[in-house]
């Protein structure tokens, strides 16, 4: 069967409303639990290693964190190929509800093999959330800003870090819960979260070009003319024209066959790119922050209550890189601003790191640098899911998500808090300024290959930066 649309178009000309606001809220929070997981785990790290808590190891801890990411790959798999099949609105509903289910149960762990259990099963939620969610935030927003949305979407990860932080000073101050209480307390208020966003959620349409390729048009029609409804009462003024149409031949889900073909041959050169983003964006950010705790308590001698407060100034500078930074992916360009901004914080890292192993850095010195560093590293980052989100056909894009999720953080992401873990272990400054060295090194590669390969795919509609499979 044959379709002719303009129903992608007609998204992509729509002015921007309260609907779009919704849809930001309700699918971007994905990235502010995943924050707030990572920096509780980050601001408690040294709580989890006293005997009245539960006797972790630093390198415990660094494979709690693996573990976490581990599931995120296994989940990203397993839950993209099923939004590919099944829509986007069925699976983040679906994923939402399995992190909920595993942060509740990490508070009530005995030890670190239930711990890391728990974490492992939160991790498979969240990977499962990145494949569905920044699939359909693309389908949705206009072509236009689709940039700039994806980045601040991506960035709140650190709105969720902040809150972690924040909390954790709370909930781990004596006066409260204390420590004993405070890290279960933390994990369980993430679950009331889940459920807060799970009514919002309730509310999100399925994605009209994911209806469209499936052969139901009519569902798709009927969201699209309700949310122009919507526009037009808003704005109170005629929207604009439509222009352009896409043909949709329905057919069955790509084959593994079919998507290896894509990615291995025809968009190579984009594969190419995706993956090193992927990779040096997951062991740069992984590396730093799931030790980020052991290294203020170590080396510069912070209070365990206190890792919070140090986390907030670093979260913000994160926040801000995406907002102020995003608008330039839309006007400047994809390629000059992934490379800039992964070439610049691999730079940053590198002085920052030689600051550390000289101990000019002192606690507050050693945050601002991080600081300054993922300002610009939180684009990048940012940058990479916004680049697998829109580089490859309607008909696979969850699973490219998922694959490209799935290797680089597999590789980058596994890897690096073990890693990191039995190099501070070790208590010489050298020996962790290897692990930044490699991830400096890292993304000043990437940076290259996105320079060379990168796709200009500013202010285009997704069909014309990567034709759908069944398009004709």
């Known amino acids: 069967m044959v379709l002719q649309s303009d129903i992608p178009a007609r998204l992509d000309r729509l002015p921007w ?28 790290g040294s709580v989890l290693e006293r005997s009245d808590t539960l006797g972790l190891s630093a390198s415990d801890i ?16 397993v839950f993209g190929r099923m939004a590919d099949r099944l829509g986007r609105k069925r699976l983040f509903m679906l994923t939402l509800a399995v992190y909920m289910g595993a942060t509740v149960a990490t508070a009530f762990s ?50 969720g870090a902040a809150l972690g932080a924040l909390l954790s000073l709370a909930l781990l101050d004596e006066r409260v819960l204390g420590p004993q209480l405070g890290w279960r307390a933390g994990f369980l208020l993430g679950g009331v979260l889940a459920v807060a966003i799970l009514l919002v959620r309730r509310h999100v349409p399925e994605s009209p070009r994911w209806l469209i390729a ?29 222009q ?30 995706v993956l090193a983003l992927m990779i040096s964006q997951a062991f740069f950010y992984n590396a730093i922050f799931f030790t980020y705790a052991l290294v203020l308590t170590r080396f510069h001698g912070v209070d365990d209550a206190e890792v919070g407060l140090y986390i907030v100034p670093f979260a913000v500078g994160n926040v ?18 992934i490379a800039a901004t992964y070439g610049l914080s691999g730079v940053a890292l590198a002085l920052t790191g030689w600051g550390f192993v000289a101990g000019v850095l002192n606690a507050t010195t050693q945050t601002l640098a991080w600081s300054a560093v993922f300002f610009l590293a939180s684009a990048a980052a940012s940058s990479a899911y916004l680049t697998v989100s829109e580089v490859f056909p309607l008909e696979m894009r969850a699973l490219a998500i998922s694959i490209f999720y799935a290797v680089g953080t597999g590789i980058g992401g596994f890897a690096a808090p073990a890693l990191f873990g039995a190099l501070i272990e ?25 320079w060379r390969w990168a796709v200009n795919a500013e202010r285009k509609p997704l069909e014309h930066v990567a034709p759908p499979l069944g398009s004709s």
């Open 244 to 273: 352009g149409h896409v043909r949709f031949t329905r057919r069955h889900a790509p084959t593994l066959s079919e998507v290896s073909h894509v990615l291995l041959r025809r968009y190579r050169a984009r594969s190419a790119v």
């Open 110 to 159: 005995t030890g670190f093999t239930s711990f890391a259990i728990f974490r492992f099963l939160t991790g498979v939620g969240i990977g499962g959330e990145y494949a569905a969610i920044n699939s359909a935030i693309d389908e949705l927003i206009p072509a236009r800003v689709r940039g700039r949305v994806s980045l601040a979407i991506n960035g709140s990860f650190w709105i």
């Open 320 to 337: 801000l890189g995406p907002l102020l930074l995003g608008p330039l992916f839309d006007r400047v360009g994809r390629r000059v601003m």
């Open 62 to 77: 660094g494979w709690a964190g693996s573990l976490y990411v581990g599931g995120a790959v296994l989940g990203a798999l």
């Open 426 to 450: 070790t208590g010489d400054r050298s020996n962790v300024f290897i692990g930044y060295a490699i991830g400096a090194v890292l993304v000043v590669v990437a940076a290259a290959i996105a």
């Open 214 to 242: 499936h052969g139901r048009a009519d569902e798709a029609e009927r969201i699209v003319a309700q949310i122009e409804h919507e526009a037009r009462a808003e704005h109170g003024v005629p929207l604009d024209e439509a």
């Open 17 to 44: 409303s309260r609907w779009h606001w919704r849809i930001v809220l309700a699918l971007g929070v994905a990235w502010v639990l995943d924050g707030l997981e990572v920096t509780i785990v980050g601001s408690i």
